[in-house]
């Protein structure tokens, strides 16, 4: 059986970086950004892109560049699209786990630290995350 192209998303590259310091919903034309978390700030929730199979494709990354608030800054899926993040996280601590399938959102809590990050794709259905803390729990799964 041959292989089948499920979709083709215009992309940045990682070349175009962006601080992220207040709530923000993602666009597709945000796709392939490279976005630095200031959790200095108020930051509460940055928003992926509504689910569609025309988005198939649509990747970014997210960086830890400032710490200083004990709250968590929450990656998170579109309302109408609950449950839909896969994840795998790691730790460096050599703590891992496999992650977990139908969450809502991933959480970068206050353990986490300059550096860690979060990788997004999706296939147009459902989002796969993978994450990298420095600490256990850094950066967690919930739905």
């Known amino acids: 059986m041959a292989n089948a192209k ?10 175009f970086v962006e ?4 709530d923000r ?7 392939g950004k490279l976005f630095m978390i200031d959790k200095s700030s108020s930051i509460s929730a940055i928003t992926l892109p509504k689910m569609s ?3 198939a494709g649509w990747n970014c990354k997210f960086i830890m560049q400032v710490i200083g608030s004990s709250k968590s ?6 309302a109408d699209d609950q449950d839909t ?3 795998r996280e790691n730790a460096t601590d050599g703590n891992s786990t496999t992650g977990g399938a139908d969450k809502d959102y991933i959480s970068l809590s206050s353990s986490s630290v300059k550096g860690d990050w979060v990788e997004c794709v999706t296939d147009g259905t459902s989002w796969y995350m993978l994450s990298h803390s420095t600490a256990d729990a850094g950066i967690t799964s919930t739905g």
Do not use: E, F, R, Y
């Open 19 to 22: 601080t992220i310091t207040a």
């Open 85 to 87: 993040i896969h994840i």
């Open 25 to 31: 919903v993602l666009k597709p034309g945000d796709s």
């Open 73 to 78: 800054a929450n990656i998170k899926a579109h």
């Open 6 to 15: 499920i979709g083709s998303q215009t992309s940045w590259g990682h070349n």
């Open 53 to 55: 199979t025309g988005i």
